[in-house]
């Protein structure tokens, strides 16, 4: 069955981005912040919503997440057509990963396409406001698919002697054991990291050359 693995919102990207180095599969990311995508060295990227948020977020705001998701139907199908299995991966809480992975699920399944959702939940001490997106979109999500949820809390009082860093390693790690893929060679990890220390340096090129432009205006 061939599968594709969708990182979603800041952290949903972050951590297939990460997922990308270690694994031989099947990757892509989608988000409403153009910047994050370009520093991303991954091969499938949509930005969805362009004409709704130029590229910029939205703003922590799930109704335009869900817009934007809306919106980019079309890309989003173009971006699964080929695959049977589809992970969405994400962070629930913000604008993108609450309000675009339901509607992002429900667009994959309704192209027939078998959906599992991957997500984590905030931690304990962040807002109320934050906690009630992510208890939401998490509900949304149970009534669309199969859905795995990290509670961050969870994590770290298991783990009472780690860092937090540490914590967020394991949960890469338990997510490299669900997807079950192969792992890439100590060649390939390091050609990766070339292409993405190449593509960092691009990114920064274009920026001084931004500034230089405003510069003599």
């Known amino acids: 069955m061939k599968t594709l693995i969708i990182g979603i919102g800041g952290a949903g990207c972050n951590e297939v981005s990460k997922l990308n180095q270690k694994l031989k599969g099947d990757f892509a990311v989608v988000d409403t912040d153009s910047r994050n995508l370009e520093s991303l060295d991954i091969d499938r990227k949509l930005l969805i919503g362009e004409s709704i948020t130029n590229g910029l977020g939205t703003g922590s705001d799930p109704e335009t997440g869900a817009k934007c998701a809306t919106q980019s139907a079309g890309e989003i199908e173009e971006l699964v057509k080929d695959y049977e299995k589809i992970y969405l991966i994400a962070g629930l809480g913000g604008g993108t990963g609450s309000g675009a992975v339901p509607i992002i699920a429900r667009i994959i399944k309704g192209f027939g396409k078998k959906v599992k959702t991957i997500v984590t939940l905030p931690f304990s001490m962040e807002s109320p406001v934050r906690q009630n997106r992510a208890m939401t979109a998490l509900e949304e999500l149970r009534n669309l698919c199969n859905v795995y949820a990290f509670k961050l809390d969870d994590l770290i009082r298991r783990m009472p002697n780690s860092t937090l860093a540490e914590g967020f390693e394991e949960i890469n790690n338990k997510l490299v054991r669900e997807l079950n893929l192969p792992e890439r060679s100590e060649a390939e990890v390091i050609e990766?990291?070339?292409?993405?220390?190449?593509?960092?340096?691009e990114r920064l090129k274009k920026k001084i050359r931004e500034l230089e432009k405003v510069k003599k205006q």
């Open 192 to 201: 990766l990291k070339k292409r993405n220390m190449e593509r960092e340096i």
